[in-house]
């Protein structure tokens, strides 16, 4: 698959990586990275949006040699990325204390994740959904134990990614389409019968871009 080697991948490094992270200040550097680089004329109209803060929780679990990226699958029935691969999250609530307060609290509402296993590590740089969110992306170590209870309302399946997998550029392919009659090109990350894609992706290629490249 790669010439890239385990010890990269355990959650240890990764704790390390997410606390020196290349690239500039988050607040400054989200266009640098990730799908954003792809669609510039997309950036303009974003950044003049009203957007509603959201937190996503990037849970990268502790399974010794490699380590494993929890992901969701979203049910058909929501309003808004139903169906797709998605990290666990949602809008920052006033209730909130902090991106990583609502990121938490997400994981345990839409997987059942109790917090005490999960430790977060750091953030990303935000990214900038064309469905209207401005996402905190927050990295974090799970420690093994946990048992996951999807919430049937919202995740219609819950499975495991190999960091590694993820983090290989050689499983990052570019794709377009034309959304809201304007192209956008973005990630594609195919994994078994499954297709990551849309701002999860994004995301994925920003946490490559600023920990791994």
């Not at 990303?124 to 927050?138: D, S």
């Amino acid at each position: 698959m790669t010439s890239l080697t385990l010890p990269q991948f355990t959650a240890d490094e990764f704790r390390r990586r997410a606390a020196h992270q290349k690239g500039g200040p988050l607040d400054e550097s989200w266009r640098d990275h990730g799908d954003h680089v792809l669609n510039t004329d997309m950036l303009l109209q974003l950044e003049n949006m009203r957007l509603r803060d959201a937190a996503v929780l990037v849970p990268v679990v502790d399974d010794g040699a490699e380590a494993r990226v929890i992901l969701t699958q979203r049910t058909m029935t929501l309003r808004k990325h139903s169906g797709q691969i998605a990290f666990p999250g949602g809008g920052i609530d006033d209730e909130d204390k902090s991106a990583e307060d609502a990121a938490l609290r997400e994981a345990e509402e839409e997987i059942g994740l109790e917090r005490r296993f999960v430790e977060p590590v750091g953030r990303l740089p935000q990214y900038l959904a064309g469905t209207g969110f401005r996402i905190t992306p927050i990295l974090s170590v799970v420690q093994p134990g946990f048992t996951l209870t999807p919430n049937p309302d919202e995740v219609a399946d819950v499975f495991e990614v190999p960091l590694s997998f993820l983090m290989d550029p050689e499983n990052h392919r570019q794709e377009s389409k034309v959304w809201n009659g304007v192209v956008r090109h973005f990630y594609v990350m195919p994994y078994q019968e499954r297709t990551i894609w849309g701002v999860t992706a994004g995301i994925l290629r920003t946490l490559y871009e600023r920990l791994y490249a």
